[in-house]
């Protein structure tokens, strides 16, 4: 405790220790009366005192339980409740419905085909054949699904060429959905004119084949005969 905090009382002169002929408590009694007072008050602190740790607890599990309370109780609320351009069904709670992609399909390509087949989709001759203009990527969705999914090699013929190297398994490692924008995209690049792919298409593909190893050309030409122009 600081001097500033006493009672003025205590700063007044002493008197004779008898008290005897003077007004007021003698010094004997202020020192009980002051003992008495520092027993009952608290000192005063500086700064905040901390605040009770249940009442900390007690915050917490409010904010908790309104958590809980709001992700329950808020009937689907979303900010594109409020967006008039949003598709219908995100508004609705529900899955947003899958768009083939030619613009999604270009950049999967570029960073999952292009390596081989080349941007400009003409492949390296002697090595990779072209995706452009081949009757391989055109008709028939399945078949390029599945050349995606499980690779190719073995000897093909595309274009009039003949090749005779390997193609990986692509397609284990994407997305339905991305296979299904990378179709969608050599299927309509470069000249290329079939029509786009969907990702349940994909989906009911893979499902198909399973783990398959990769094709042989010849064994997916007799799944998917190449259409006669
Ligand atoms: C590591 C190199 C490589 C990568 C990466 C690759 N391919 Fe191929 N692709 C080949 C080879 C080699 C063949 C020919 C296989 C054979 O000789 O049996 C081929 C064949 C094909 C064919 C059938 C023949 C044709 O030219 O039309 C298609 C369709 C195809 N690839 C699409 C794709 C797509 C789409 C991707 C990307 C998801 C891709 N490839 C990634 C090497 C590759």
Same mark, same amino acid.
């Given at each position: 405790?600081?001097?500033?905090?006493?009672?003025?009382?205590?700063?007044?002169?002493?008197?004779? =220790?008898?008290? /005897?002929?003077?007004?007021?408590?003698?010094?004997?009694?202020?020192?009980?009366?002051?003992?008495?007072? *520092?027993?009952? +008050?608290? #000192?005063?602190?500086?700064?905040? *005192?901390?605040?009770?740790?249940?009442?900390?607890?007690?915050?917490?599990?409010?904010?908790?339980?309104?958590?809980? %309370?709001?992700?329950?109780? *808020?009937?689907?609320?979303? !900010?594109?409740?409020?967006?008039?351009? /949003?598709?219908?069904?995100?508004?609705?709670?529900?899955?947003? @419905?899958?768009?083939?992609?030619? @613009?999604?399909?270009? +950049?999967?390509?570029? @960073?999952?085909?292009?390596?081989?087949?080349?941007?400009?989709?003409?492949?390296? !001759?002697?090595?990779?054949? =072209?995706?452009?203009?081949?009757?391989?990527?055109?008709?028939?969705? #399945?078949?390029?699904?599945? &050349?995606?999914?499980?690779?190719?090699?073995?000897?093909? #013929?595309?274009?009039?060429?003949? %090749?005779?190297?390997?193609?990986?398994?692509?397609?284990?490692?994407?997305?339905?959905? $991305?296979?299904?924008?990378? @179709?969608? %995209?050599?299927? $309509?690049?470069?000249?290329?004119?079939?029509? !786009?792919?969907?990702?349940?298409?994909?989906?009911?593909?893979?499902?198909?084949?399973?783990?398959? &190893?990769? %094709?042989? !050309?010849?064994?997916?030409?007799?799944?998917?005969?190449?259409?006669?122009?």
């Amino acid at each position: 405790m600081n001097d500033r905090n006493r009672h003025p009382d205590n700063n007044r002169p002493r008197r004779g =220790p008898s008290g /005897a002929g003077s007004e007021g408590p003698s010094d004997g009694r202020l020192v009980e009366v002051h003992s008495q007072l *520092s027993r009952d +008050k608290d #000192e005063p602190a500086e700064g905040f *005192s901390l605040t009770p740790i249940f009442i900390v607890f007690l915050f917490c599990g409010f904010g908790f339980w309104a958590g809980l %309370y709001l992700t329950q109780n *808020s009937g689907n609320f979303a !900010p594109s409740a409020f967006d008039l351009n /949003a598709p219908k069904a995100a508004v609705a709670g529900g899955p947003v @419905a899958f768009e083939p992609d030619a @613009a999604k399909g270009e +950049k999967l390509f570029l @960073a999952n085909c292009a390596a081989c087949h080349q941007a400009t989709g003409l492949g390296v !001759p002697g090595a990779f054949p =072209p995706l452009a203009k081949s009757a391989w990527v055109a008709g028939s969705e #399945e078949r390029v699904i599945k &050349a995606i999914l499980a690779g190719l090699a073995g000897e093909i #013929e595309v274009n009039g060429v003949k %090749y005779n190297g390997n193609m990986p398994n692509i397609g284990a490692g994407l997305k339905d959905a $991305q296979i299904a924008h990378i @179709a969608t %995209y050599v299927r $309509q690049a470069w000249g290329n004119t079939a029509e !786009p792919v969907m990702d349940t298409k994909v989906a009911e593909v893979r499902k198909a084949i399973g783990n398959r &190893a990769q %094709y042989i !050309p010849a064994d997916l030409l007799k799944e998917h005969p190449l259409e006669t122009k």
